[in-house]
């Protein structure tokens, strides 16, 4: 059974850096399998985030990309963003899932962190 | 690249409901469709244009030609109010990319 979930803090301060973990069961990140991170602010739509694949290759919204470092720890089936300066517009659901080339067919539940 | 959803539809129950998603030659690409309730995380309903996860109802189909692909949901349901978001894979630019979602009301 493949599982994801989501981990965190809830709270951050402006200006620093968040750290978020996605724990996964049920699947290994082998060959042709990617994680991502997608993200819902409040009142707002989906907005993808970050890729990365079993090869190490990375993808970054262009928009973030220097704010965002994607990685990942295959023998803790283990995937880790972190976003820096952070800003209260980053407060959001963040999500992990399994895929995104060219979808994500399983979802993490999601973290609520907000930026105050 | 963009994907272009109406903010909102409504259907009536035993209704079908027609979500659009408008994209320059959308129908070039893969489309796939998520499900979000309120409260909830996103669920794959469509991939590769018209194929359903196991487990999704029969009622979600889709459809892709053009410039405009199609989420379909037949004989809509209460259980069916949700956010439906389309997303392709943009191999241009590397990235993921969503449509701004549509509110299905059932009304």
């Known amino acids: 059974q493949i599982a994801l979930e989501e981990s965190g803090p809830a709270l951050v301060n402006p200006t620093q850096t968040l750290t978020l973990t996605c724990t996964f069961s049920?699947?290994?990140?082998?060959?042709?399998?990617?994680v991502g991170w997608v993200r819902r602010p409040p009142g707002k739509p989906l907005e993808w985030l970050a890729l990365?694949?079993?090869?190490?290759?990375?993808f970054y919204r262009p928009s973030l990309r220097g704010r965002l470092t994607i990685s990942k720890d295959t023998s803790k089936h283990q995937v880790v963003v972190t976003m820096s300066d952070l800003d209260p517009l980053d407060t959001a659901t963040y999500y992990c899932?399994?895929?995104?080339?060219?979808?994500?067919?399983?979802w993490g539940q999601g973290l609520l962190v907000t930026v105050s | 690249y963009v994907l272009t959803q109406p903010p909102s539809v409504s259907a009536a129950p035993g209704a079908t409901a027609t979500i659009p998603c408008g994209g320059s030659?959308?129908?070039?690409?893969?489309v796939h469709w998520y499900q979000q309730r309120p409260g909830q995380a996103p669920v794959l309903v469509i991939f590769?244009?018209?194929s359903r996860p196991s487990g999704v109802s029969g009622r979600f189909s889709g459809f892709n030609s053009g410039e405009k692909a199609t989420l379909t949901i037949s004989r809509v349901e209460a259980g069916d109010a949700a956010d439906y978001y389309c997303?392709?894979?943009?191999?241009?630019?590397?990235?993921?990319?969503f449509g701004g979602g549509t509110e299905l009301t059932v009304l």
């Open positions: 899932a399994r895929g995104g080339d060219p979808y994500f067919d399983f």
């Open positions: 049920g699947f290994s990140l082998s060959s042709g399998v990617a």
């Open positions: 990365i694949y079993w090869d190490d290759t990375k």
């Open positions: 030659n959308i129908g070039d690409k893969r």
């Open positions: 590769d244009d018209n």
């Open positions: 997303q392709v894979w943009e191999s241009g630019g590397d990235r993921v990319v």
